[in-house]
């Protein structure tokens, strides 16, 4: 069971990261505010993935 939300956890929280990117832009329109955190996240993200897909699969 543990395994199983270990493996959901994070496309569900990228989804979310994308979700608060789209609101920002389309219905706030103030992404430029936020957008050294927009920067990180998607930093974090990507480094995440890369080592997901190199090193553990």
């Known amino acids: 069971m543990g395994a199983g939300l270990a493996l959901l956890g994070p496309p569900i929280m990228t989804a979310l990261f ?3 990117i789209l609101y920002h832009l389309i ?3 103030d992404a ?3 957008r050294n955190d927009i920067l990180g996240g ?3 993200i990507s480094v995440w993935a890369v ?3 190199v090193f553990i699969k």
């Open 18 to 20: 994308i979700g608060w």
């Open 27 to 29: 219905i706030k329109k």
């Open 32 to 34: 430029k505010k936020y």
């Open 42 to 44: 998607l930093m974090f």
């Open 51 to 53: 080592i997901y897909f």
